[in-house]
């Protein structure tokens, strides 16, 4: 009967944990878009790496860092950069039970980082507003179209958060109104704790780009006692929000210093370092993949045409046909 009853209580724990979304990890991969549609031959190899999620990415498009007008959902983007696109995306990624983000972004001409977005005047500040609820709008009402299990309300947009706290609490109500599922927005690494609006959400997503070692070959245990200074500030936060913390993105390059600025997508940096690569990212799953206040993260980057994409003489983020590609097969399959 004391057997028995153990028994009961543990299944009791295993559905209570399922409930509050412990059970299983959101194991996911960041899926480019691209100029054509998607079919299961870009999904398996998704599937082939254990992931059940994929972050689909729809784009808009801003001139400058001072400009207020974002042009989003036009023929002159590419297919998977629109609407229909993101719709087509997904539509094939639920034929292979994949599970889906919708991440809307922002690309600035040139390059330039999005969290420095900021207006010179309140006319603009209004105009980008308005503009930016036309964008992200446009995929919350496909999110709601398509059952979308999170929708992100945005990506690493700093200045444009301190300086409009008032109007992010504003579009998160709007986005709640058309939208039922889950919430998250992608904060910076180094901006996520200033963040204002964690408690309204329903994930704290971290762009996860946190520098772990000064070394050109990190090792893993290099990269482990590198994320003890951060892995208790992202803990607290989550307890003090009481939110499950969503590595939005994550993932380092194959190259020489891979832990030193993970962010740094300078093409200058060409020196293959496929060990980096499987260090850096074995610690990140080591540190965090097993705490019951982690959600799980999307991989940076995984293009659709898998065949054509990275290989060992490649030096940027795709994991694809690299030896880190079985890390994070063997990793995923742990927690689905």
């Known amino acids: 009967m004391r057997a028995f009853k153990h028994l009961i209580s543990v299944f009791v724990l295993l559905c209570l944990m399922a409930c ?17 549609p998607a079919d299961s031959s870009h999904v398996n190899p998704v599937k082939g790496v254990n992931a059940n999620y994929a972050a689909v990415m729809p784009f808009g498009f801003i001139r400058n860092l001072d400009h207020p007008e974002i042009v989003h959902n036009t023929d002159r983007q590419w297919f998977g950069e629109t609407r229909a696109g993101t719709k087509q995306y997904i539509e094939e990624l639920r034929k292979g039970n994949i599970k889906v983000m919708i991440k809307p972004q922002i690309w600035v001409w040139h390059g330039e980082f999005t969290g420095k977005i900021m207006m010179n005047d309140e006319a603009n500040w209004k105009a980008l ?23 992100c309300i945005g990506t690493e947009l700093e200045l444009f958060i301190k300086y409009r706290p008032k109007y992010w609490f504003n579009l998160i109500e709007d986005i709640r109104a058309v939208y039922s599922g889950k919430l998250t927005y992608a904060a910076n690494w180094d901006e996520f704790r200033r963040t204002p609006f964690w ?24 990269c482990m006692k590198g994320w003890e200074k951060y892995k208790t500030n992202i803990s607290n936060l989550s307890k003090e929000h ?4 969503l590595f ?6 194959s190259v020489d210093y891979a832990g030193k600025q993970p962010w ?24 965090f993949w097993q705490e019951e206040w982690f959600a799980g ?11 054509k994409s990275g290989g060992e003489n490649n030096y940027m983020f795709t994991p694809q046909n690299k030896p880190v590609e079985k890390v994070i097969a063997t990793y995923y399959k742990t927690d689905t």
């Open 264 to 287: 740094v997508a300078d093409r200058s940096m060409k020196a293959v370092n496929l060990e980096a690569q499987v260090n850096t990212t074995k610690a990140l799953y080591e540190s």
């Open 199 to 222: 408690s309204e959400l329903d994930f704290i997503g971290v762009d996860a780009y946190f520098p772990v070692s000064e070394k050109q070959t990190p090792t893993f245990e290099d």
């Open 129 to 151: 507003e308005k503009s930016y609820t036309s964008f992200i709008m446009e995929y919350a009402d496909l999110a709601s179209e398509v059952n979308a299990e999170i929708f």
């Open 242 to 245: 009481d939110r499950p913390i």
């Open 297 to 307: 993260g999307f991989i940076w980057k995984w293009f659709i045409q898998y065949e």
């Open 20 to 36: 509050n979304g412990q059970a299983d990890k959101i194991n996911g991969v960041s899926f480019v878009a691209a100029p054509d």
């Open 248 to 253: 939005t993105e994550y993932g380092y390059r």
